[in-house]
C-alpha cells in the first residue's frame, strides 16, 4: 500500500522568507497530492492540490510541485507571513484513500 | 450551511466504558470519514462510507465500529474504550471520491480515556 512520508517535521523561517515542505510516496499509481494546512486547535483545511498530469501549480503565495519519475511532491510558501503558522499535511491517494504524512510544523519568526 | 458537526467536543472517559461520537453533514455529501490524529502524527483513517447503508474499513479500525443509516449521519462507536484510543477524532466528508476530492472536516472531538 501507499506510505507517505513528510520533512521536516518542523521548520522555523524568518518572516518574508520563503519555505519547503517536501514529502514521498511509495504507490506509482498515486494521481491526486493534497495539502491541507491545520492551524493550532483547528480542524485541517484544503490549501492546494495537484493531479498527476500536472508538473506544477500555484496560488497566489503557495505552489505545489509534483515529480512523479522520482515520486515526490513539494509545497512552497513565499513572503511567509505570521499567518501562515500552522501544521501542513500532505497527502497521496491510493484504493480510493487518502494516505497521509506525519505533519510538519511551520513557524514564522517576527 | 452548518457543514460538517461534531459532538461532542470533549469527553472523559473510563477503561472499559463506551460511547457514541456524534457526525453530521448537511451537504449531501455521499463520501465520509472518521480520522484519528495522535500527537504529532498524521490522520489515520478508521471508516469510511461511501453512501447510506455502505461502510469499510480504512487503516486503524480495531476497536471502533459505525453505521451510516442516513446520508447526513455517521456515528462512531467506541466499546469497552482503552487509554490507547486517546486522540482527537475527526469526521470528514467529500461529494465524491477522496482521491479527486476537497474533504471536508469538522471541528473534532477530544476523547481521553483513563
Known amino acids: 500500500g501507499e506510505n507517505v512520508e513528510q520533512h521536516p517535521s518542523t521548520l522555523s523561517v524568518q518572516e518574508g522568507d520563503s519555505a519547503v515542505i517536501k514529502c514521498t510516496y511509495s504507490?506509482?499509481?498515486?494521481?491526486?497530492f493534497p495539502w491541507y494546512k491545520q492551524e493550532l486547535g483547528k480542524r485541517p483545511q484544503l490549501i492546494i492540490d495537484i493531479r498527476s498530469n500536472v508538473g506544477e501549480k500555484k496560488d497566489q503565495r503557495i505552489a505545489v510541485t509534483l515529480n512523479k519519475t522520482a515520486k515526490h511532491f513539494s509545497l512552497h510558501i513565499t513572503e511567509t507571513q505570521p499567518e501562515d503558522s500552522a501544521v501542513y499535511f500532505c497527502?497521496?491517494?491510493?484504493?480510493?484513500?487518502?494516505?497521509w504524512g506525519a505533519g510538519t510544523k511551520l513557524i514564522i519568526k517576527p | 450551511n452548518a457543514g460538517v458537526t461534531q459532538t461532542p467536543k470533549f469527553r472523559i472517559l473510563k477503561i472499559g466504558q463506551s460511547m457514541t461520537l456524534q457526525c453530521t453533514q448537511d451537504?449531501?455529501?455521499?463520501?465520509m470519514y472518521w480520522y484519528r490524529q495522535d500527537p504529532g502524527m498524521g490522520l489515520k483513517l478508521i471508516y469510511y462510507s461511501v453512501g447510506a447503508g455502505i461502510t469499510d474499513k480504512g487503516e486503524v479500525p480495531n476497536g471502533y465500529n459505525v453505521s451510516r443509516s442516513t446520508t447526513e449521519d455517521f456515528p462512531l462507536r467506541l466499546e469497552l474504550a482503552a487509554p490507547s484510543q486517546t486522540s482527537v477524532y475527526f469526521c470528514?466528508?467529500?461529494?465524491?471520491?477522496?482521491?479527486?476530492?476537497?474533504?471536508?472536516f469538522g471541528p473534532g472531538t477530544r476523547l481521553t480515556v483513563l
Open positions: 504507490d506509482s499509481a498515486s494521481n491526486y
Open positions: 451537504m449531501n455529501h455521499n463520501y
Open positions: 497527502a497521496g491517494d491510493s484504493n480510493y484513500q487518502l494516505i
Open positions: 470528514a466528508s467529500s461529494e465524491g471520491r477522496p482521491t479527486y476530492n476537497e474533504q471536508f
